[in-house]
């Protein structure tokens, strides 16, 4: 199967980053994160750690999150916004992963 035909299937049946679930939608899910995701300093409320947790099941969604064009538009610090499972003190995190130009702290 070429590359093209495998892009297409995936697109069809919607078997992405984050599965079935479009990534703007997983982005606008952790909307609570906006504050912590600009601010290295800022406290991350429970209900973004909440999101990360579950986002966090798809690790390759997260990334693909952080990474989008919505993020960017939002503001999105990337640098930051990686170490928000870290500051959230989830275990599972995949740290060492790279994630574009970031690794996961």
Known sequence: MSMWSSFILQTAYGA???GKTPINTVALSLSPCIGAA???K???PPACCTQVKKV???PACMCAVFLSPIAKQAGINPA???SIPKR???ANRYAG???GRY???
């Open 88 to 90: 959230c003190k989830i």
């Open 97 to 99: 992963k790279k994630c």
């Open 38 to 40: 600009n601010n290295a």
């Open 56 to 58: 966090l099941t798809m």
């Open 80 to 82: 930051v916004a990686i």
């Open 42 to 44: 800022a406290t991350v």
């Open 16 to 18: 992405g980053e984050c």
């Open 103 to 105: 690794i996961v702290p």
